[in-house]
């Protein structure tokens, strides 16, 4: 499984104690970085740029090919129209790469993944951080229902 990073949180998927569960996920290759050209840029900083090449070097990154960096743009101007946040290039990503599950803590790109009309088939699912222990249990059992990567 291939999880997009938004932007907002690649610092704290790296450092903070609230993100464990996931940042752990990476380390122990149940899941991939997803991302595109557009957000590489984005999250490719100071405090993540050690995390992803990292991930890189262990080959648990996965990054989207030509064609479908092609359809990502083709899919924006079909979900301008429907989205409230203004990640569409993110939402579109999800959609042709089919990934499905989303750290962010942008509350309009939340409300655009759980919103069918955009994801749907399966859904998008939110990783949310994990501040206390229930909502870390929370997140670990989200975790092992979605299953490790098989790409």
């Not at 083709?74 to 290039?89: C, M, V, Y």
């Not at 222990?133 to 490790?148: D, I, M, N, T, V």
Request: with cysteine; net charge negative; glycine share 6%.
């Amino acid at each position: 499984m291939a999880v997009v990073i938004d932007a907002n949180c690649g610092h704290k998927v790296v450092r903070d104690a609230d993100y464990i569960e996931i940042r752990e996920w990476f380390l122990n290759d149940k899941a991939k970085i997803a991302i595109s050209e557009d957000l590489f840029k984005e999250l490719y900083k100071k405090s993540f740029k050690p995390f992803y090449d990292e991930m890189k070097k262990l080959q648990r990154v996965r990054v989207l090919d030509g064609e479908e960096e092609n359809r990502v743009d083709e899919a924006i101007p079909t979900i301008l129209p429907i989205i409230q946040s203004d990640d569409p290039h993110i939402l579109a990503m999800m959609i042709v790469g089919d990934f499905r599950l989303i750290v962010t803590e942008d509350n309009d790109l939340r409300e655009d993944v759980k919103n069918k009309e955009i994801i749907n088939g399966p859904r998008g699912k939110i990783y949310s951080e994990g501040t206390s222990k229930k909502r870390r249990g929370q997140a670990r059992k989200l975790l092992e229902k979605l299953g490790s990567c098989g790409d």
